[in-house]
């Protein structure tokens, strides 16, 4: 008898379980593969262990223009890999720990929702039966592999991959086709055409990078297509071949060959198969509705992370899981998805929070934007020879407080957990103004741009 059960080892639950165990709750985890979910060990972690492998080799081969000259550098994909499962492998091991250390009680095998009785929900892994007074799912999502003719039989012989597969991937494919352009479809194509790989990415929207700011993704797509990224928009894929990939673009049929798919056009909630109907917890479109406290239509029965669809992020995940065991502990919590930062980690680097130069103007909002040159930063004219980085701020006119901030180029994703504070408390732009920020810093950028407004 347990007062908790999570479901699900990844962000959302291994970070649940422990601020749940130091709450005073016993607690079980019950996780069906690897502690640490998809982001540990096929996401997040591995995938930024290769780019930083690449930024690595970049330098390399464009160190001339800072005075460096490097003679025969090379990458060995297998030895980045190797390094990679180290590193998944001593953080791994690193939440095992955690979970030892604060009490929590950890079962390695799929767990399955089999009902509610007197004494609470009751869950069912491996040969045994547990019980507890309430329950979190956090069982993540897994990667969207559409009805497209061709692709699940090349899925199945190794010729199209999920982000799972290719992170395992040892040979170097000569041409990869990366379908779809988001997140996790341009940090790939960033990392294997920066060792030398031919990459197209097919794209059925008219630009990149979702739901980002349209002219921060412009001009990582403008970067990328110097570096020798073709990017076909507007595509709509209709066929997996044996050794290409075949689509539509402006009304004509069209084939990009190649010896490598990366099918990379979003994820799914991971809510089928563990048992929800028994208890009758709400799903919509696949993903368990949740409340902005976490709690779902059942009574005891939390959701957080990926599995209720909303912001499928491993820092959304952390944060889900933590208001839903302050509010079981009594302690009212709510989620702010509106100051939640998404950052996309290629070379240069994106990052982003809040409001966008398009979404204030398809939800009607009295806001003034404010761009700005990284150039004004001293130390990113010394770093980036040629750099086309910008800033942008996104201001609410009636309150002259911070509602977006978006960033292109290198330290973007270390600076905008400064610029998400700002947006989730509201600050005017007056008081940015009186910061001090060090110099010279690339972040001292946005207190330029405060002034400019």
């Not at 084939?255 to 979003?266: E, K, N, R, T, Y």
């Not at 998404?342 to 070379?347: A, D, G, K, L």
Request: aromatic share 6%; proline share 3%.
């Amino acid at each position: 008898m347990y007062d908790l059960i999570v479901l699900g080892g990844g962000p959302a639950g291994y970070n649940a379980a422990e601020k749940a165990a130091h709450g005073g709750m016993k607690t079980l985890l019950i996780e069906g593969r690897a502690l640490g979910g998809v982001c540990l060990n096929e996401g997040c972690v591995p995938t930024k262990t290769l780019l930083y492998s690449a930024k690595i080799y970049d330098y390399s081969k464009h160190g001339a223009e800072y005075g460096v000259t490097f003679d025969g550098a090379k990458i060995d994909h297998a030895a980045v890999i190797d390094r990679k499962n180290r590193v998944v492998k001593t953080l791994v091991g690193g939440v095992k720990a955690q979970m030892k250390g604060s009490g929590v009680e950890v079962v390695t095998a799929y767990g399955k929702i089999t009902g509610k009785n007197a004494d609470g929900y009751t869950v069912a892994a491996g040969d045994k039966e547990y019980t507890a007074k309430q329950l979190l799912i956090c069982t993540g999502s897994v990667a969207s592999v559409p009805p497209i003719p061709g692709l699940r039989e090349s899925v199945a012989s190794g010729f199209a991959m999920t982000n799972r597969e290719i992170l395992d991937m040892k040979r170097v494919p000569e041409k990869l086709v990366v379908i779809g352009g988001g997140v996790i479809g341009l940090e790939m194509a960033s990392y294997f055409n920066s060792i030398g790989v031919k990459v197209t990415v097919i794209e059925m929207l008219d630009h990149i990078a979702g739901p980002t700011d349209r002219q921060i993704g412009a001009i990582l797509q403008k970067n990328y297509k110097k570096k020798g990224i073709e990017f076909l928009l507007s595509a709509k894929v209709t066929s997996v071949g044996t050794n290409c990939v075949n689509y539509e673009m402006n009304g004509k049929a069209e084939s990009a060959p190649c010896d490598a798919v990366l099918v990379s056009i979003g994820r799914r909630a991971m809510s089928a198969d563990i048992g929800l109907e028994t208890i009758g917890v709400k799903v919509e479109r696949g993903a368990i509705v949740t409340t902005d406290e976490m709690k779902t239509s059942v009574p005891g029965v939390w959701a957080a992370g990926d599995v209720n669809g909303k912001l499928m992020l491993a820092h959304t995940a952390y944060r889900e899981g933590e208001v839903a065991v302050n509010n079981m502990l009594g302690k009212k919590d709510m989620m702010n998805y509106k100051s939640v930062p998404s950052v996309i980690y290629t070379n240069p680097e994106v990052a982003s929070v809040g409001e966008t130069s398009e979404s204030i103007k398809e939800k009607g909002l009295d806001a003034k934007v404010q761009t700005l040159t990284l150039s004004y930063s001293g130390r990113y004219v010394a770093e980036n020879e040629g750099g086309d980085g910008i800033v942008k701020i996104i201001v609410d006119k009636e309150h002259n407080t911070v509602i977006g901030v978006h960033m292109i180029g290198n330290y973007a994703s270390e600076i905008i957990y400064g610029a998400a504070m700002m947006v989730e408390r509201e600050m005017r732009v007056e008081n940015i103004r009186k910061f001090v920020f060090p110099h010279p810093t690339v972040g001292e950028v946005i207190r330029e741009a405060m002034f400019q407004l």
